[in-house]
Protein backbone atom coordinates (compact mmCIF):
# COMPACT_ATOMS: atom_id res chain seq x y z
CA UNK A 1 0.00 0.00 0.00
CA UNK A 2 1.35 3.59 -1.15
CA UNK A 3 1.88 6.22 1.17
CA UNK A 4 -1.44 8.35 -0.66
CA UNK A 5 -3.46 5.31 -0.26
CA UNK A 6 -2.74 4.51 3.09
CA UNK A 7 -4.05 8.36 3.62
CA UNK A 8 -7.17 7.66 2.11
CA UNK A 9 -8.33 5.50 3.86
CA UNK A 10 -6.99 7.30 7.30
CA UNK A 11 -9.00 10.06 6.34
CA UNK A 12 -11.74 7.80 5.12
CA UNK A 13 -11.95 9.62 1.73
CA UNK A 14 -13.96 9.01 -1.04
CA UNK A 15 -14.36 9.93 -4.60
CA UNK A 16 -14.02 12.38 -5.39
CA UNK A 17 -11.83 13.41 -3.05
CA UNK A 18 -8.02 11.94 -2.93
CA UNK A 19 -4.91 11.67 -1.79
CA UNK A 20 -2.08 13.05 -4.77
CA UNK A 21 0.87 13.57 -2.30
CA UNK A 22 2.42 13.15 0.67
CA UNK A 23 5.54 15.38 1.88
CA UNK A 24 7.93 14.90 4.71
CA UNK A 25 9.35 17.95 5.75
CA UNK A 26 12.32 17.29 8.75
CA UNK A 27 13.52 20.16 9.28
CA UNK A 28 9.77 21.55 10.18
CA UNK A 29 9.06 18.00 11.40
CA UNK A 30 5.64 17.93 9.57
CA UNK A 31 4.05 15.53 7.14
CA UNK A 32 1.97 17.07 4.13
CA UNK A 33 -1.21 15.43 2.76
CA UNK A 34 -2.50 16.54 -0.41
CA UNK A 35 -5.48 16.46 -1.24
CA UNK A 36 -7.29 16.69 -4.32
CA UNK A 37 -10.97 16.51 -5.59
CA UNK A 38 -11.73 15.09 -9.70
CA UNK A 39 -12.15 17.55 -12.37
CA UNK A 40 -16.03 17.93 -13.21
CA UNK A 41 -17.29 16.81 -9.98
CA UNK A 42 -20.92 18.10 -9.45
CA UNK A 43 -20.71 21.02 -6.98
CA UNK A 44 -23.40 21.78 -4.30
CA UNK A 45 -24.23 24.56 -2.15
CA UNK A 46 -23.26 23.36 1.41
CA UNK A 47 -26.50 24.86 2.87
CA UNK A 48 -28.86 24.22 0.85
CA UNK A 49 -27.43 21.52 -1.15
CA UNK A 50 -28.27 23.08 -4.49
CA UNK A 51 -26.16 22.39 -7.62
CA UNK A 52 -24.42 24.99 -8.14
CA UNK A 53 -21.56 26.19 -10.84
CA UNK A 54 -17.95 26.44 -9.40
CA UNK A 55 -16.28 30.02 -8.75
CA UNK A 56 -13.04 29.75 -7.27
CA UNK A 57 -10.67 27.79 -5.36
CA UNK A 58 -8.80 28.23 -1.98
CA UNK A 59 -6.18 26.45 -0.22
CA UNK A 60 -6.95 25.38 3.26
CA UNK A 61 -5.39 23.95 6.07
CA UNK A 62 -6.08 21.42 8.56
CA UNK A 63 -4.44 19.78 11.30
CA UNK A 64 -4.52 16.69 11.57
CA UNK A 65 -3.40 13.93 14.45
CA UNK A 66 0.60 13.67 14.33
CA UNK A 67 2.38 11.10 12.23
CA UNK A 68 4.30 9.12 14.89
CA UNK A 69 6.66 12.41 16.20
CA UNK A 70 5.68 14.65 13.06
CA UNK A 71 2.74 17.32 13.41
CA UNK A 72 0.77 16.79 10.85
CA UNK A 73 -1.64 19.06 7.80
CA UNK A 74 -4.26 18.23 5.56
CA UNK A 75 -3.75 20.76 2.28
CA UNK A 76 -6.55 21.07 0.03
CA UNK A 77 -7.66 23.36 -2.81
CA UNK A 78 -11.42 23.50 -2.02
CA UNK A 79 -13.89 25.19 -4.51
CA UNK A 80 -16.06 27.74 -3.54
CA UNK A 81 -19.84 27.58 -5.69
CA UNK A 82 -21.80 30.87 -6.27
CA UNK A 83 -25.33 30.00 -5.22
CA UNK A 84 -27.90 32.04 -6.20
CA UNK A 85 -29.40 32.12 -2.73
CA UNK A 86 -26.73 32.16 -0.12
CA UNK A 87 -23.84 33.75 -2.31
CA UNK A 88 -20.31 32.47 -2.89
CA UNK A 89 -19.84 29.76 -0.34
CA UNK A 90 -16.70 27.04 0.25
CA UNK A 91 -18.13 23.52 -0.24
CA UNK A 92 -17.64 21.37 2.81
CA UNK A 93 -15.25 18.88 3.12
CA UNK A 94 -15.21 15.67 4.47
CA UNK A 95 -12.64 15.40 6.87
CA UNK A 96 -13.34 18.65 8.89
CA UNK A 97 -16.05 21.01 9.82
CA UNK A 98 -17.62 24.25 7.94
CA UNK A 99 -15.10 27.02 9.36
CA UNK A 100 -12.58 24.63 11.47
CA UNK A 101 -9.18 24.60 10.90
CA UNK A 102 -9.25 20.80 12.64
CA UNK A 103 -10.30 17.41 10.74
CA UNK A 104 -12.84 15.87 12.79
CA UNK A 105 -10.39 12.91 14.11
CA UNK A 106 -7.94 16.19 16.00
CA UNK A 107 -11.09 17.66 17.31
CA UNK A 108 -12.32 14.02 18.21
CA UNK A 109 -9.02 13.52 20.08
CA UNK A 110 -8.84 17.03 21.62
CA UNK A 111 -12.94 16.41 23.18
CA UNK A 112 -11.35 13.42 24.50
CA UNK A 113 -8.43 14.88 26.62
CA UNK A 114 -10.63 17.68 27.31
CA UNK A 115 -12.85 15.13 29.32
CA UNK A 116 -9.74 13.94 31.66
CA UNK A 117 -7.39 17.06 31.43
CA UNK A 118 -7.35 20.86 32.18
CA UNK A 119 -7.38 23.02 29.63
CA UNK A 120 -4.31 23.64 30.51
CA UNK A 121 -2.95 20.77 29.94
CA UNK A 122 -4.39 20.17 27.03
CA UNK A 123 -2.94 23.15 25.28
CA UNK A 124 0.43 22.45 26.16
CA UNK A 125 0.31 18.53 25.33
CA UNK A 126 -1.07 19.46 21.98
CA UNK A 127 0.28 22.25 21.21
CA UNK A 128 -3.04 24.63 21.08
CA UNK A 129 -3.74 27.45 21.85
CA UNK A 130 -6.77 28.29 24.22
CA UNK A 131 -8.80 30.47 21.77
CA UNK A 132 -8.41 27.23 19.74
CA UNK A 133 -9.55 24.92 22.39
CA UNK A 134 -12.04 26.95 22.95
CA UNK A 135 -13.37 26.96 19.66
CA UNK A 136 -13.13 23.26 19.53
CA UNK A 137 -15.22 22.46 22.57
CA UNK A 138 -17.91 25.39 20.86
CA UNK A 139 -17.95 22.72 18.12
CA UNK A 140 -18.26 19.91 20.60
CA UNK A 141 -21.24 21.27 22.60
CA UNK A 142 -23.20 23.16 19.62
CA UNK A 143 -23.07 19.26 18.04
CA UNK A 144 -23.97 17.53 20.94
CA UNK A 145 -26.65 19.85 21.66
CA UNK A 146 -28.08 19.37 17.76
CA UNK A 147 -27.37 15.88 17.83
CA UNK A 148 -28.54 14.51 21.68
CA UNK A 149 -31.46 11.96 21.75
CA UNK A 150 -34.32 13.59 23.78
CA UNK A 151 -33.69 13.67 26.85
CA UNK A 152 -35.64 13.34 30.43
CA UNK A 153 -37.07 16.34 31.48
CA UNK A 154 -39.93 14.61 33.55
CA UNK A 155 -38.21 15.18 36.72
CA UNK A 156 -35.53 18.61 36.95
CA UNK A 157 -33.62 20.02 39.64
CA UNK A 158 -33.03 23.74 39.05
CA UNK A 159 -29.89 25.44 41.03
CA UNK A 160 -27.70 28.47 40.82
CA UNK A 161 -23.75 28.64 41.27
CA UNK A 162 -21.25 31.94 40.70
CA UNK A 163 -19.33 32.47 37.90
CA UNK A 164 -17.11 34.44 39.94
CA UNK A 165 -17.11 36.46 43.60
CA UNK A 166 -20.28 39.11 43.83
CA UNK A 167 -23.34 38.69 42.42
CA UNK A 168 -22.79 36.94 38.71
CA UNK A 169 -24.40 33.79 38.89
CA UNK A 170 -25.70 31.29 36.35
CA UNK A 171 -29.07 28.87 36.49
CA UNK A 172 -28.26 25.71 36.00
CA UNK A 173 -31.24 23.26 35.14
CA UNK A 174 -30.40 19.60 35.29
CA UNK A 175 -32.31 16.09 35.14
CA UNK A 176 -32.86 13.13 37.63
CA UNK A 177 -30.30 11.23 35.20
CA UNK A 178 -27.59 14.25 36.14
CA UNK A 179 -27.65 15.68 32.98
CA UNK A 180 -27.08 18.92 32.61
CA UNK A 181 -29.84 20.29 30.34
CA UNK A 182 -29.21 24.16 29.91
CA UNK A 183 -27.35 26.50 31.69
CA UNK A 184 -29.12 30.32 31.63
CA UNK A 185 -27.42 33.87 32.53
CA UNK A 186 -28.81 35.08 36.37
CA UNK A 187 -30.97 33.18 38.59
CA UNK A 188 -34.14 35.58 38.08
CA UNK A 189 -37.37 34.16 36.73
CA UNK A 190 -36.35 35.02 33.42
CA UNK A 191 -33.37 32.83 33.80
CA UNK A 192 -35.27 29.81 34.83
CA UNK A 193 -38.21 30.80 32.20
CA UNK A 194 -36.20 31.27 28.89
CA UNK A 195 -35.32 26.81 29.77
CA UNK A 196 -39.21 26.54 29.80
CA UNK A 197 -39.28 28.38 26.68
CA UNK A 198 -37.26 26.45 24.83
CA UNK A 199 -39.34 23.15 25.87
CA UNK A 200 -42.09 22.09 23.23
CA UNK A 201 -45.77 22.16 25.36
CA UNK A 202 -45.69 18.37 25.35
CA UNK A 203 -42.47 17.87 27.77
CA UNK A 204 -43.76 20.99 29.97
CA UNK A 205 -46.79 18.69 30.02
CA UNK A 206 -44.54 15.47 31.24
CA UNK A 207 -42.88 17.46 33.71
CA UNK A 208 -43.46 15.58 37.14
CA UNK A 209 -41.22 17.69 39.70
CA UNK A 210 -39.45 20.36 39.66
CA UNK A 211 -37.16 20.17 42.85
CA UNK A 212 -35.39 23.79 43.65
CA UNK A 213 -34.09 25.99 46.59
CA UNK A 214 -36.99 28.37 48.16
CA UNK A 215 -35.77 30.93 45.51
CA UNK A 216 -38.83 33.13 45.02
CA UNK A 217 -37.77 33.25 41.15
CA UNK A 218 -37.81 30.03 40.84
CA UNK A 219 -41.24 29.18 41.56
CA UNK A 220 -42.71 32.61 40.09
CA UNK A 221 -41.42 31.04 36.65
CA UNK A 222 -42.44 27.41 37.16
CA UNK A 223 -46.01 29.04 38.28
CA UNK A 224 -46.06 31.15 35.07
CA UNK A 225 -44.89 28.62 32.93
CA UNK A 226 -45.69 24.82 33.42
CA UNK A 227 -49.50 24.23 34.69
CA UNK A 228 -50.48 23.16 37.57
CA UNK A 229 -47.16 24.25 39.19
CA UNK A 230 -48.47 24.32 42.61
CA UNK A 231 -48.39 20.15 42.65
CA UNK A 232 -44.76 19.96 40.70
CA UNK A 233 -42.80 22.07 42.76
CA UNK A 234 -40.86 20.66 45.44
CA UNK A 235 -37.96 21.95 47.89
CA UNK A 236 -35.60 20.05 48.52
CA UNK A 237 -35.25 18.41 52.52
CA UNK A 238 -31.89 19.73 52.11
CA UNK A 239 -33.15 23.46 52.06
CA UNK A 240 -35.54 22.88 54.79
CA UNK A 241 -33.13 21.55 57.30
CA UNK A 242 -30.53 23.94 56.39
CA UNK A 243 -33.34 26.77 57.55
CA UNK A 244 -33.89 25.17 60.72
CA UNK A 245 -30.23 24.94 61.05
CA UNK A 246 -30.29 28.15 60.74
CA UNK A 247 -32.65 29.03 63.42
CA UNK A 248 -31.12 26.88 65.35
CA UNK A 249 -28.13 28.69 65.22
CA UNK A 250 -29.75 31.90 65.90
CA UNK A 251 -31.30 30.97 69.05
CA UNK A 252 -28.16 29.41 70.34
CA UNK A 253 -26.28 32.96 70.15
CA UNK A 254 -29.48 34.64 71.75
CA UNK A 255 -29.42 32.12 74.24
CA UNK A 256 -26.12 32.95 74.93
CA UNK A 257 -25.97 36.38 74.95
CA UNK A 258 -28.41 36.06 78.13
CA UNK A 259 -26.65 33.46 80.08
CA UNK A 260 -24.32 33.71 82.55
CA UNK A 261 -20.79 35.26 81.10
CA UNK A 262 -18.76 32.32 82.99
CA UNK A 263 -21.08 30.03 80.69
CA UNK A 264 -20.64 31.60 77.56
CA UNK A 265 -17.43 29.89 76.35
CA UNK A 266 -18.60 26.47 77.16
CA UNK A 267 -21.76 27.57 75.10
CA UNK A 268 -19.89 28.83 71.99
CA UNK A 269 -17.84 25.37 72.22
CA UNK A 270 -21.15 23.38 71.94
CA UNK A 271 -22.23 25.26 68.87
CA UNK A 272 -21.58 22.23 66.47
CA UNK A 273 -23.00 19.53 69.18
CA UNK A 274 -26.48 21.21 68.98
CA UNK A 275 -26.35 21.06 64.89
CA UNK A 276 -25.79 17.18 64.75
CA UNK A 277 -28.93 14.98 64.89
CA UNK A 278 -29.61 12.89 67.91
CA UNK A 279 -28.60 9.46 66.38
CA UNK A 280 -24.79 10.64 65.63
CA UNK A 281 -24.43 12.55 69.24
CA UNK A 282 -21.42 10.60 71.14
CA UNK A 283 -22.13 9.99 74.78
CA UNK A 284 -20.22 12.99 76.06
CA UNK A 285 -22.28 15.12 73.43
CA UNK A 286 -25.25 13.90 75.06
CA UNK A 287 -23.93 14.84 78.56
CA UNK A 288 -23.19 18.72 76.84
CA UNK A 289 -26.39 18.97 75.61
CA UNK A 290 -28.33 17.92 79.10
CA UNK A 291 -26.01 20.05 81.49
CA UNK A 292 -26.46 23.37 78.73
CA UNK A 293 -30.67 22.91 78.48
CA UNK A 294 -31.64 24.74 81.79
CA UNK A 295 -29.19 27.72 80.96
CA UNK A 296 -30.37 27.26 76.78
CA UNK A 297 -34.02 26.66 76.89
CA UNK A 298 -34.94 27.95 73.68
CA UNK A 299 -31.98 26.25 72.43
CA UNK A 300 -32.91 23.09 73.64
CA UNK A 301 -36.72 23.53 72.27
CA UNK A 302 -35.92 24.28 68.51
CA UNK A 303 -33.41 21.39 68.70
CA UNK A 304 -36.08 19.03 69.57
CA UNK A 305 -38.49 20.50 67.16
CA UNK A 306 -35.37 20.51 64.41
CA UNK A 307 -35.30 17.04 65.11
CA UNK A 308 -38.75 16.09 65.07
CA UNK A 309 -38.80 17.83 61.76
CA UNK A 310 -36.69 15.08 60.57
CA UNK A 311 -38.53 12.48 61.83
CA UNK A 312 -41.78 13.82 59.80
CA UNK A 313 -39.76 13.76 56.96
CA UNK A 314 -38.17 10.30 57.54
CA UNK A 315 -41.25 9.07 58.30
CA UNK A 316 -43.66 9.67 56.14
CA UNK A 317 -44.61 9.54 52.45
CA UNK A 318 -47.57 10.70 51.53
CA UNK A 319 -50.62 9.53 54.22
CA UNK A 320 -50.46 11.94 57.34
CA UNK A 321 -47.29 14.13 56.23
CA UNK A 322 -49.79 17.18 56.27
CA UNK A 323 -51.56 16.57 59.40
CA UNK A 324 -47.66 15.97 61.40
CA UNK A 325 -46.40 19.11 59.53
CA UNK A 326 -49.58 20.95 60.57
CA UNK A 327 -48.95 19.90 63.97
CA UNK A 328 -45.48 20.36 63.95
CA UNK A 329 -46.13 24.35 62.80
CA UNK A 330 -48.91 24.97 66.00
CA UNK A 331 -45.66 23.42 68.36
CA UNK A 332 -42.86 25.89 67.02
CA UNK A 333 -45.88 28.68 67.75
CA UNK A 334 -46.31 27.13 70.94
CA UNK A 335 -42.79 27.87 72.15
CA UNK A 336 -42.81 31.57 71.89
CA UNK A 337 -39.66 31.73 70.22
CA UNK A 338 -39.79 34.41 67.66
CA UNK A 339 -37.12 32.75 64.96
CA UNK A 340 -38.70 29.13 65.26
CA UNK A 341 -42.10 31.21 64.82
CA UNK A 342 -40.90 33.07 61.65
CA UNK A 343 -39.55 29.48 60.29
CA UNK A 344 -42.52 28.26 61.18
CA UNK A 345 -44.22 30.52 59.12
CA UNK A 346 -42.25 30.19 56.04
CA UNK A 347 -42.91 26.21 56.16
CA UNK A 348 -46.34 27.03 56.25
CA UNK A 349 -46.49 29.04 53.19
CA UNK A 350 -43.99 26.59 51.16
CA UNK A 351 -45.47 23.36 52.84
CA UNK A 352 -46.99 22.32 49.54
CA UNK A 353 -43.80 21.94 47.72
CA UNK A 354 -42.19 19.61 51.18
CA UNK A 355 -45.09 17.91 50.36
CA UNK A 356 -44.49 17.68 46.81
CA UNK A 357 -41.07 16.25 47.20
CA UNK A 358 -42.14 13.93 49.92
CA UNK A 359 -44.56 12.59 48.27
CA UNK A 360 -42.27 12.46 44.75
CA UNK A 361 -38.83 11.82 47.26
CA UNK A 362 -37.72 14.46 44.77
CA UNK A 363 -33.80 15.74 46.17
CA UNK A 364 -31.52 18.02 44.90
CA UNK A 365 -28.89 15.93 45.96
CA UNK A 366 -27.44 15.52 41.84
CA UNK A 367 -27.73 19.46 41.19
CA UNK A 368 -26.13 19.79 44.34
CA UNK A 369 -23.37 16.95 43.36
CA UNK A 370 -22.86 19.32 40.00
CA UNK A 371 -22.69 22.53 41.53
CA UNK A 372 -19.79 20.87 43.50
CA UNK A 373 -18.18 19.68 40.31
CA UNK A 374 -18.71 22.93 38.54
CA UNK A 375 -17.35 24.82 41.44
CA UNK A 376 -13.71 22.49 41.06
CA UNK A 377 -14.19 22.96 37.72
CA UNK A 378 -13.35 26.24 38.25
CA UNK A 379 -10.70 25.90 40.38
CA UNK A 380 -8.93 23.39 37.74
CA UNK A 381 -9.50 25.72 34.94
CA UNK A 382 -8.22 29.09 37.17
CA UNK A 383 -11.44 30.55 36.04
CA UNK A 384 -13.18 31.36 32.93
CA UNK A 385 -12.63 34.44 31.26
CA UNK A 386 -15.92 34.97 30.13
CA UNK A 387 -19.54 33.67 31.41
CA UNK A 388 -19.98 31.87 27.51
CA UNK A 389 -16.93 29.78 28.17
CA UNK A 390 -18.00 29.08 32.05
CA UNK A 391 -21.90 28.36 30.62
CA UNK A 392 -20.33 26.02 27.37
CA UNK A 393 -17.57 24.34 29.77
CA UNK A 394 -20.66 22.94 32.11
CA UNK A 395 -22.55 22.13 28.98
CA UNK A 396 -19.55 20.26 27.81
CA UNK A 397 -18.68 18.12 30.95
CA UNK A 398 -21.61 17.51 32.63
CA UNK A 399 -24.24 17.90 29.61
CA UNK A 400 -24.07 14.23 28.60
CA UNK A 401 -23.63 15.11 25.19
CA UNK A 402 -22.67 13.17 22.20
CA UNK A 403 -19.84 15.49 21.29
CA UNK A 404 -17.03 13.18 19.22
CA UNK A 405 -18.06 13.90 15.59
CA UNK A 406 -18.19 11.04 13.11
CA UNK A 407 -15.15 11.25 10.69
CA UNK A 408 -17.09 9.06 8.02
CA UNK A 409 -20.24 10.18 8.57
Not at 212 to 222: F, G, L, R, V
Amino acid sequence: MDQCTLYEQILGLSAPWFVSDVELDKSQSEVVVQVDIDKGTALVCPRCGRACPGYDSRERRWRHLDTCQFRTQVVAQVPRVQCPEHGCLTVSVPWAEQNSRYTLLFEAFVISWLRAASISAVSKQLRLSWTAIDNIMERAVRRGLANAPDRDTTRLAVDETAFRKGHDYVTIVSNAQGQVLAVEDGRSSDSLGRFYDSLEKPRKQSIISVSMDMSPAYQKATFAHIEKAHRKIAFDHFHVAQMLTRTLDATRKADMARADHSMRQEIHRSRYTWLRHRKSLEGQQIQQIRALSDALKDTGLVWYLKEKARDIWQGYRVKGARAAWQEWIHMARLTGVRALASTANQIETKLFGILNAMRFQASNGLAEAINGQVRALKVRSRGFRSKERFKRAILFHYGGLPMAPNPHG
